[in-house]
């Protein structure tokens, strides 16, 4: 190979399996050579790639930072470079392989350089020795649930935004848990401004694929959207799943659909995400399918032509117009009650349900979980000597709302358009609570409902120094509430009925409770 290599004035390489075969004779330039496409694949995520690469170099260089890249993104066996030093003959041989990540964060191990005659090593017992290792180094990782896939969250944090860095990546942590995602590792990428092919810059992202294959995560989260070519160019670099941030949550809501009006619906916005993408010709969609991305009620074979989805696009928009007519008709019989409507908003996860059942004694499903609520849910107070109240309760609001899942839940939403009262429902143990307020009101002046009287409810005071809610209280004029200690419960009813009265001085406790 050293021979031929001088002779062309070229880098050669050898692309070996385990059984001594040569699968690919790979020509470079003199400074550089590339692996070609591989067909083998892993067999799981403690296996190598079954392949070893052996190249030359001509000007006595040992492994390139280009060599150990390759060697841990394609989860080579090994990676070796032979070369011979200036004014001698004999050639020599560097070798770098995988390593279980140390305390120091290495990802990888060398042997040598040496001179050829002086190597002696069993290789197939050698990597397999080494892949017995990687299995018990990520054996631990693997007990955060088999069920679960295993991903590395990269989060971009760009100038003036500094401060909630550990407020977003614990949201999209929660937003992982709630897709049934494990998180084992976090990248924060702090750019000066996003890089148009990758997001991030190339070097960051290898960092990142190999932090991926070290640990044994098979899936690629990032915190912010990525354009399509996005996608094409990070999946061209890594086998790795790729998703976004509107993926995961398309995927949490697929997860959460289940009346025929949210299937619907999420299947909508998924074929409207997915539509723009299929232009691109590459791997990043496919290896989503069946997975974190793709799965639910929206669930599509990528080979369907964009003329096939276009017509269920049709087909759904029209399933959904014929609901939105239901909906409108029971919206009328309830204006016609004359029952005074109060609607619970807020941000995801802020205890919307439970405040509904505590609110009106139902057993309405809650999880501690990002959008553990998307269809709509209107139940009746009616306490002893009570007045009459309608009280509904939306899917829960989060920055960044995906456009497509916000056209398509609108129909939904329309329901606030018949409130009287919008209660807007406050997580007060959050440290970024006043930032996610806005969020809500940002999204409640999109639905044109800034007209609607709102009203802020503090809850889950049981997690906070009250001295500090007294001041909070007094700063928005709002109620405090523990739903999960049932505190204030009776005070946040009382103060309903007084807003309600100037409107409605006269309620009939005897109107029909049927809604």
Known sequence: MMQISKEISRQVGLVINR???VEYVVVGEKGRIGMPPLLTERV??????????????LEGELLSKEDLTELAIL????????????????????????MPEDKKGKAWEFIGPMYMQDLEIDFIGFVNELEHEFVKARGSLH???????????????????????????????????????????????RPKELHPKYLIGKGKLEETIMKCRQQGADLLVFDEGLTPGQIKNISALTELKVIDRNQLILDIFAQRANTNESKIQVELAQLNYILPRLAEKNT?????????????????????????IRARLSFLEKKLEEIRKIRDKKRERRRGSRIPIVS?????????????????KSNVETEDKSFSTLNPTTRLIKYPERKNIIVTDTVGFIKDLPEVLLRAFIATLEEL??????????????????????????????????????????????????????????????VSISCKKNEGIERLIQTIEMELYEEYPKIDNNSPSSI
């Open 75 to 98: 989860q080579l066996d090994l990676v070796a470079v032979i070369t011979e030093r200036r004014g001698e003959s004999t050639e020599m041989i560097h070798i770098g392989h995988l």
């Open 44 to 57: 799981g995520r403690e296996r190598f790639r079954g392949v070893r690469f052996i190249h030359t170099h």
């Open 143 to 189: 007990t955060l649930g088999e069920d679960r896939e295993k991903a590395v969250l990269v989060c971009i944090v760009m100038p003036g935004r500094h401060k909630d860095v550990e407020e977003n990546i614990a949201e999209t942590k929660d937003l992982c848990y709630s897709a049934g995602i494990a998180v084992l590792d976090t990248a924060i990428q």
């Open 19 to 21: 059984r001594g075969v």
């Open 417 to 478: 358009e018949d409130a009287d009262i919008l209660l807007h429902l406050v997580d007060i143990s959050s440290s970024d609570f006043e930032e996610k307020m806005h969020v809500v009101e940002e999204l409640i002046t999109k639905l044109n409902l800034k007209e609607k009287k709102l009203f802020v409810v503090f809850n889950k005071i049981d997690r906070i120094d009250r001295t500090f809610l007294d001041r909070i209280e007094n700063r928005y004029r709002a």
């Open 344 to 360: 619970i908003v807020g941000y995801t996860n802020s205890g919307k349900s439970t405040l509904l059942n505590l609110l009106t």
């Open 284 to 308: 990043a969609l496919s290896r989503l399918t069946g997975g974190i991305g793709t799965r639910g009620p929206g669930e599509t074979k990528l080979e369907v032509n964009k003329s096939r």
